[in-house]
């Protein structure tokens, strides 16, 4: 009785321990028993190698954004895109950057800051606008969304502006990288 207790007792310490294989003992076959229930430690892997690729790819969308962030002239090279981007969304109400989308109540701005003021085809602009004579560059527009109407007075777009300066430089590099894709 006493033995057999023993015994008992020894392998639940084993199990306790972590039921590894001491050689030392005489109660192998109990203690084995114990230990049979843990061998599964890596039912885990399959899915996590599954899932790999798509996290590296939404990695590089953002990673692509950044650098050509960076890319841009200062002051654009340090904007926020994802401020551009929203900013962009009061813009988008009149105006769009893909070509395919055409003209609005404002003109398409694919390809603006390689365009002379007024000059999208088939656009009915203003007097003011078409008579104008200048090239939009980065600086223009700052200045055209600071205040549209003073900036040309008796032009069309019937918009506030922009005021806070760096929702001004955020929307300009969005629209740097944007108008021409
Ligand atoms: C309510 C509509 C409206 C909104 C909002 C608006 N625009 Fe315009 N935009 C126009 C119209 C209309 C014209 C043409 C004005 C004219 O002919 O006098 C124009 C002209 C322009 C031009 C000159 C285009 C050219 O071909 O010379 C630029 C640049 C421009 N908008 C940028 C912006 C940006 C950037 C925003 C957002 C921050 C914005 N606009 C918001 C209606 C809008």
Redesign the pocket.
């Known amino acids: 009785m006493r033995i057999l207790f023993t015994t008992t007792a020894m392998a639940l310490m084993l199990a306790a321990c972590g039921g590894s294989e001491e050689p030392a003992t005489s109660a192998s076959t109990p203690s084995a028993e114990v230990v049979t229930p843990t061998p599964l430690p890596e039912p885990g892997t399959p899915p996590a190698v599954e899932e790999t690729p798509v996290v590296e790819e939404a990695a590089a969308e953002v990673d692509d954004t950044a650098e050509l962030i960076a890319a841009l002239p200062a002051p654009y090279n340090e904007a926020d895109y994802k401020s551009g981007e929203r ?2 969304k ?2 988008a ?3 769009r950057l893909d070509p395919a989308d055409g003209h609005r ?3 398409n ?1 694919h390809g ?1 800051f390689d ?1 002379h ?4 085809e088939e656009f009915r ?2 007097k ?2 078409e008579e104008a004579d200048f090239q ?1 560059t980065p600086e223009e ?1 700052d200045k ?2 600071a205040s549209p109407k003073e900036y040309l007075e008796g ?5 506030a502006g ?1 005021r806070r300066p760096n929702d001004r430089r955020d ?1 300009i590099a969005y ?1 740097l990288i944007e108008s021409n894709r």
Do not use: D, E
Not at 117 to 120: D, K, T
């Open positions: 900013v962009w009061q813009c109400t009149c105006h109540t404002g003109p701005l603006i365009r003021s007024g000059a999208a602009y203003s003011v606008l939009w527009i055209w969304l032009n069309r777009m019937s918009f922009v929307v629209m």
